[in-house]
């Protein structure tokens, strides 16, 4: 924003900071909280410490000691714009995604060579895991985590740790585990959603779908065609017991089949034309075939008569192609409309958005300093500025406070 469109609304602005930054109890922190945000929100190229300083016009010390060294509570702060940022974008679903920051050298939190969708490979970069709330007109990060590699663990990753400040208590642990906790976290505020999104990445893993299962969520998550499945009508076979030893296990005779196999079993020709939302000339709309079928895999967990509960696999599938391009599952109900299913499974679109936004706009990826603390305070203060303009796209003309 420029200088001119700031203060035409700084006093949403403040109205906006008094209440992110209520949990900070000294009246100093919540000062440079609110210049922090404003110099997010300012236009220029870059959003690191010392160049937002400059455009405020005070020392760039002040920020950097408000991010690194200073006592607040990231995670009150953090929950606070979860639960305006759920009021503002009424979501339809969550959406779980991570996204890479490239760095030059070896010593910020979490740095090492490691793929990166953003670079399209593997480069020098961190990798930020996070939550989104998400409808057809908004989204915006609910909480944000930063990956520590397997390397970041151990004696001889000991003199970097220190050096960024690390918490004893964190340690290496996969994207899908970090997406777990951050939605076990918002649990405890009492924040849930009604369904949660993800790409293969998470999808295709199957201690993720199991920790949703556990949870009682219901997801919509895009998987890879080489998953496996049994049919709809398969069923389990009750081996007779020999009499010694423990009863045999409920097993399935038939031999899974690829998901891709199922659809081209099923044909084109038993899908139908879906549109899932409007985009800007036109309805958004694509031809689809929904089944319903088992997933196998390394570690289905059958009821406790050896039965595999049914999913719904949905497969996009466009004219003119020979087989599906897109695979996703759904542990949603049976008589859900297809519309629906579809809907959701396309809703991801909207955290690619917002990676967008909070990089080329608010300098999401500019962070300079070396703390792990600091790193989540930044990501956090972005996405308070995102909400921000988030909430003034919804209602630009909302009264500030008097």
């Not at 409808?135 to 220190?162: H, K, V, Y």
């Not at 031999?255 to 000339?281: C, D, I, N, Q």
């Not at 089944?291 to 599938?317: H, K, N």
Request: glycine share 8%.
């Amino acid at each position: 924003m420029r200088a001119g469109e700031l203060a035409v609304c700084r006093g949403r602005l403040e109205e906006f900071a008094d209440e992110v930054f209520a949990p900070l109890v000294r009246r100093d922190q919540r000062v440079k909280g609110g210049l922090y945000l404003r110099g997010l929100l300012l236009e220029g190229r870059r959003k690191s410490m010392q160049p937002m300083a400059e455009r405020l016009g005070i020392d760039h010390q002040q920020l950097q000691q408000f991010m690194t060294s200073s006592t607040w509570p990231v995670r009150d702060v953090r929950a606070r714009l979860a639960w305006r940022a759920v009021r503002a974008v009424r979501p339809e679903v969550w959406a779980v995604d991570d996204t890479g920051f490239p760095k030059d050298g070896t010593a910020s939190p979490g740095v090492a060579r490691q793929y990166s969708g953003t670079l399209g490979k593997v480069g020098n970069c961190q990798i930020g895991v996070s939550v989104h709330a998400v409808s057809d007109t908004a989204s915006c990060p609910l909480s944000w985590r930063l990956f520590l590699p397997a390397s970041w663990d151990g004696p001889e990753a000991a003199g970097r740790r220190a050096a960024c400040r690390i918490p004893q208590d964190e340690h290496h642990r996969p994207k899908w585990q970090l997406a777990l906790d951050m939605l076990d976290e918002l649990a405890g505020t009492g924040l849930r959603p009604a369904a949660l999104v993800a790409d293969s990445g998470y999808g295709a893993n199957a201690d993720f779908r199991h920790g949703l299962e556990d949870r009682g969520l219901a997801y919509v998550l895009q998987v890879k065609a080489e998953m496996t499945a049994h049919a709809e009508s398969a069923r389990p076979h009750q081996p007779p017991y020999g009499g010694l030893g423990p009863r045999p296990l409920p097993r399935y005779r038939t031999r899974p089949v690829s998901l891709r196999e199922h659809m081209l079993a099923a044909g084109r020709h038993t899908g139908r034309s879906v549109s899932w939302r409007k985009g800007s000339k036109a309805a958004m709309s694509s031809h689809f075939v929904l089944l319903r079928v088992r997933l196998a895999g390394r570690r289905p967990q059958p009821a406790a008569d050896g039965t595999i509960p049914l999913t719904w696999l949905i497969a996009q599938w466009p004219d003119g192609q020979a087989e599906p391009v897109k695979y996703w599952i759904s542990n949603l109900p049976a008589d859900i409309p297809a519309k629906d299913l579809v809907r959701l499974a396309k809703s991801r679109w909207r955290i690619e958005h917002d990676y967008r936004e909070l990089k080329t706009s608010l300098g999401l990826d500019h962070f300079e300093g070396r703390s792990f603390t600091g790193w989540h305070r930044h990501v956090t203060l972005v996405g308070a500025a995102h909400l921000f303009l988030t909430e003034q796209r919804i209602h630009p003309k909302a009264p500030a406070r008097a």
